[in-house]
């Protein structure tokens, strides 16, 4: 399996009680603005411990609410017709890394073709699928923004990934959340590790997004059971890993 696709680790920064969302992340800058440092210096920079991953997957909620906010695509309802199959952008350079970001109706309003943390730039890749419409695909062409065609109406994460390393030569990926993301590749077996730097804050709302949670249509509610793998004081900080047990 892990022959075809890269190797998957879940890396987020939770609240004391599992969430993603919400004030504690306001309590957490205010009290302990070391923790959010060390989350990124880990995993997004060369000297981090996940240094060497290639690229970052995040679900459209999490890009949207981060990076484009929202916005609209300027769609070309008059379009021709694209060539079919998947779009590789030209003159990619692939020593960049990586923002896949996984967006099944074609909602992100891409501004640009890459995107930059930190010092470092990112290719994006836009994973769709067939059901992705005419006019989406024209508009990642002419941003010149790669694509991935994977599966009808939900994301094939199979596929994704296998033509991830195939297209792109990933072979290590970030999944980065959210919480729906998460689970739908944990669920499909697909989820290597998992690295929770679990912040010391908490605000106990009941509408907030968690860690892992399923989504009616995009993957089912199936227990799964981990391993404990290495546990690490850092300050204020427990940074746990796990890896999954197969036989879920
Ligand atoms: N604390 C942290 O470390 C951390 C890290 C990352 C994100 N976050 C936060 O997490 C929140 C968002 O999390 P979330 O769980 O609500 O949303 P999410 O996972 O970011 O995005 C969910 C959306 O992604 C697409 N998607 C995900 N799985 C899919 C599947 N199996 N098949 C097809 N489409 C799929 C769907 O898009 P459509 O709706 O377009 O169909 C789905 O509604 C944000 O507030 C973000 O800031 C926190």
């Not at 004030?23 to 923790?35: I, P």
């Not at 070309?76 to 960049?96: H, M, P, Q, S, Y």
């Amino acid at each position: 399996m892990l022959m075809n696709r890269p190797y998957v680790f879940c890396y987020m920064a939770p609240s004391l009680n599992g969430k993603i969302k919400g004030s504690y992340r306001k309590k957490l800058e205010e009290e302990n603005s070391d923790a959010t440092k060390l989350f990124y210096v880990e995993g997004f920079t060369p000297e981090g411990r996940y240094g060497d991953n290639q690229g970052v997957m995040c679900g459209r909620l999490t890009t949207d609410e981060n990076l484009t906010k929202f916005k609209k695509p300027e769609l070309d309802t008059n379009a021709e017709i694209v060539k079919a199959g998947d779009f590789i952008a030209k003159d990619i350079n692939l020593d960049n890394k990586f923002y896949i970001s996984v967006d099944p109706k074609g909602k992100i309003a891409w501004q640009n073709s890459t995107i930059k943390f930190g010092n470092l730039t990112n290719n994006i890749i836009e994973i769709i699928t067939n059901e992705t419409s005419n006019e989406y695909k024209d508009f990642l062409r002419r941003k010149n923004i790669s694509y991935i065609i994977a599966g009808d109406k939900n994301i094939d994460f199979e596929t994704a990934l296998m033509k991830l390393k195939k297209l792109f030569k990933i072979e290590k990926l970030m999944l980065g959340g959210g919480g729906i993301l998460n689970w739908s590749l944990i669920q499909q077996n697909l989820c290597d590790e998992i690295s929770l730097l679990v912040m010391p804050t908490a605000d106990g709302s009941p509408d907030t997004p968690s860690l892992f949670q399923s989504k009616d249509g995009m993957s089912g509610d199936k227990p799964v059971s981990f391993n404990l793998k290495t546990v690490e004081k850092k300050g204020n900080i427990a940074w746990l890993t796990y890896t999954i047990n197969n036989n879920n």
